[in-house]
């Protein structure tokens, strides 16, 4: 597993008030971007097709590109549940070479750890 660098690492201030760069205002653009396209032309099905077509490229062209997919996180900060979430993954000819492991807040590993929760209970409600 790869190691990810912290963006408060390289900017303390990413986030707040005393940012320069406003990271909190992209942060909250980008969160309602999906909702701006529907809004405007009533579905995202373009936005879902060049996100796949990326993909594809990382995997078709072995790119070792960093994708946010849904991989298997047992293990994975210290997950003991057999689920599946989005994580910064390394894609190329063969799938995930690598899951780039982020340097968590304790208030980001609560997060995480409640999607796997709420992941868990989703599971058991499959039938197959």
């Known amino acids: 597993m790869s190691r990810g660098v912290s963006l408060k690492d390289l900017n303390p201030d990413i986030g707040s ?10 942060h909250k653009n980008v969160v309602n971007a999906a909702y ?7 579905y995202t099905s ?11 490229k990382s995997v078709l062209r072995n790119t070792n590109n960093v994708h946010a997919v849904s991989v298997f ?14 994580l910064p993954s390394v894609l190329g000819q063969n799938g995930v070479n690598n899951i780039v492991m982020q340097t968590l807040s304790d208030e980001e590993r ?4 409640k999607s796997v929760e709420v992941m868990v209970e989703v599971q058991k409600t499959l039938k197959f």
């Open 17 to 26: 008030d005393k940012d320069p760069e406003n990271w909190k205002q992209v």
């Open 36 to 42: 701006d396209v529907i809004k405007l032309k009533g």
């Open 46 to 56: 373009w936005a879902i097709g060049l996100s796949v077509a990326n993909l594809a």
């Open 73 to 86: 996180v047992k293990g994975v900060h210290g997950i003991e549940d057999e689920v599946f979430l989005s």
């Open 110 to 113: 609560q997060a995480l750890l």
